[in-house]
């Protein structure tokens, strides 16, 4: 059996070898001329690569990269839902419609989500694909049969925030169909040359360092701060660009969008400098304990939540993408037992469920007649 695993895992990389070879678009590009020298001012550019604020290694003490790959193949109880995970379809005409101070965030699935600030329209890192990898077979599958609006149907767009370059969080055929759709993308640095690539212009492309702003749309500043992650599309290109988490504010409102990230002092930082946070999106699955560093556990997720001073928290980065070996649901039980006793604040939308900051929090915990 152990020899089986052991071919399975080798005809694996093969196949990988060759998909990253064989669809080089899907994978981007490596950083040239005045983008190379912005990377290597950054203070979180050392030996030729991004670094953590905190010693990050990728996997736990006990694990290796070629035991979690074992691990990972083999079958784990209630790691997909047997069932359809429920939705609400998005009504295009309903998005662009926020008065001034409002705040409407969709939940399409995973980290991307829809954030209206009043007339404003974000969407950050798009992925509409069923399939996160170089190619459409291989590869994380999502239990979603289809999105509460497909990528077609997504009107006009102030900004794509985008906080990493990894496949689920920056799919380039999303990216193909919404660019000419997008004033602005705001990305981590290194970013751009992926965008580049696709055929965006850096006209289009804000490119940020940790603790760098922008406020080129009228109303709304859009902060770049630390995330505890890596980044990378290719085979050898780990660290190369720079990963993020986001803040955006105004003066009536301040919203957080976590990205990737595994627990550390940077949540109390960033809620030092921007906190109190209104609504805060932070990711509570795909954690292991062979990767403990670089994503948080739930409980880890409702004390960031805390060191963030945020008010409201809208959990992402679950129910869609079978990425880790945790149970589907587990995620959100966890979580949600962490933040009762913590007191805090969480609101449970459907995918495609809008809520509105004041006014609508839902929290059904729809998961539960889902096996």
Same mark, same amino acid.
């Given at each position: 059996?152990?020899?089986?695993?052991?071919?399975?895992?080798?005809?694996?990389?093969?196949?990988?070898?060759?998909?990253?070879?064989?669809?080089?678009?899907?994978?981007?590009?490596?950083?040239?001329?005045?983008?190379?020298?912005?990377?290597?001012?950054?203070?979180?550019?050392?030996?030729?690569?991004?670094?953590?604020?905190?010693?990050?290694?990728?996997?736990?003490?006990?694990?290796?990269?070629?035991?979690?790959?074992?691990?990972?193949?083999?079958?784990?109880?209630?790691?997909?839902?047997?069932?359809?995970?429920?939705?609400?379809?998005?009504?295009?005409?309903?998005?662009?419609?926020?008065?001034? =101070?409002?705040?409407?965030?969709?939940?399409?699935? !995973?980290?991307?989500?829809?954030?209206?600030?009043?007339?404003?329209?974000?969407?950050?890192?798009?992925?509409?694909?069923?399939?996160?990898?170089?190619?459409?077979?291989?590869?994380?599958?999502?239990?979603?049969?289809?999105?509460?609006?497909?990528?077609?149907?997504?009107?006009?767009?102030?900004?794509?925030?985008?906080? !990493?370059?990894?496949?689920?969080?920056?799919?380039?055929?999303?990216?193909?169909?919404?660019?000419?759709?997008?004033?602005?993308?705001?990305?981590?640095?290194?970013?751009?040359?992926?965008?580049?690539?696709?055929?965006?212009?850096?006209?289009?492309?804000?490119?940020?360092?940790?603790?760098?702003?922008?406020?080129?749309?009228?109303?709304?500043?859009?902060?770049?701060?630390?995330?505890?992650?890596?980044?990378?599309?290719?085979?050898?290109?780990?660290?190369?660009?720079?990963?993020?988490?986001?803040?955006?504010?105004?003066?009536?409102?301040?919203?957080?969008?976590?990205?990737?990230?595994?627990?550390?002092?940077?949540?109390?930082?960033?809620?030092?400098?921007?906190?109190?946070?209104?609504?805060?999106?932070?990711?509570?699955?795909?954690?292991?304990? =062979?990767?403990?560093?670089? !994503?948080?556990?739930?409980?880890?997720?409702?004390?960031?939540?805390?060191?963030?001073?945020?008010?409201?928290?809208?959990?992402?980065?679950?129910?869609?993408?079978?990425?880790?070996?945790?149970?589907?649901?587990?995620?959100?039980?966890?979580?949600?037992?962490?933040?009762?006793?913590?007191?805090?604040?969480?609101?449970?939308?459907?995918?495609?469920?809008?809520?509105?900051?004041?006014? =609508?929090?839902?929290?059904?915990?729809?998961?539960?007649?889902?096996?």
């Amino acid at each position: 059996m152990v020899w089986i695993i052991i071919i399975a895992v080798l005809v694996s990389m093969v196949i990988f070898t060759w998909a990253f070879t064989s669809f080089a678009p899907q994978f981007g590009a490596t950083a040239k001329g005045d983008r190379v020298l912005r990377m290597q001012r950054s203070v979180n550019f050392k030996n030729g690569i991004f670094q953590n604020l905190e010693l990050t290694p990728m996997n736990g003490p006990e694990s290796s990269a070629l035991g979690t790959m074992m691990e990972f193949m083999k079958k784990h109880e209630g790691r997909v839902p047997k069932s359809e995970i429920p939705f609400q379809k998005i009504n295009p005409k309903n998005i662009g419609n926020a008065v001034e =101070n409002d705040l409407k965030v969709t939940w399409i699935g !995973h980290s991307t989500l829809l954030i209206e600030i009043g007339s404003k329209v974000f969407l950050t890192d798009p992925v509409f694909r069923k399939t996160v990898s170089p190619m459409m077979v291989f590869g994380p599958k999502s239990y979603q049969k289809q999105t509460p609006i497909s990528v077609d149907e997504i009107p006009n767009l102030d900004a794509i925030i985008l906080s !990493h370059d990894h496949y689920d969080h920056m799919d380039y055929k999303t990216i193909l169909k919404l660019k000419e759709k997008t004033k602005k993308f705001y990305v981590p640095l290194g970013v751009g040359a992926h965008l580049n690539r696709w055929g965006v212009g850096n006209e289009s492309i804000i490119e940020k360092d940790w603790w760098e702003s922008d406020s080129s749309i009228e109303g709304i500043e859009i902060i770049s701060t630390p995330a505890r992650h890596f980044s990378g599309r290719g085979l050898n290109n780990r660290f190369s660009t720079l990963w993020c988490s986001w803040v955006l504010k105004t003066d009536e409102l301040t919203v957080f969008f976590g990205g990737d990230s595994g627990y550390g002092e940077h949540f109390k930082e960033i809620g030092e400098k921007y906190g109190p946070f209104n609504l805060t999106m932070l990711e509570c699955g795909a954690y292991n304990k =062979n990767w403990p560093y670089i !994503h948080s556990f739930p409980e880890e997720t409702a004390q960031a939540q805390v060191d963030l001073k945020g008010e409201v928290l809208l959990p992402i980065h679950w129910a869609k993408f079978n990425l880790a070996m945790h149970p589907w649901k587990e995620p959100i039980q966890r979580l949600l037992k962490k933040s009762e006793e913590l007191k805090l604040t969480v609101t449970t939308p459907l995918v495609g469920e809008t809520i509105i900051y004041g006014s =609508n929090l839902p929290s059904t915990k729809w998961w539960e007649s889902i096996e």
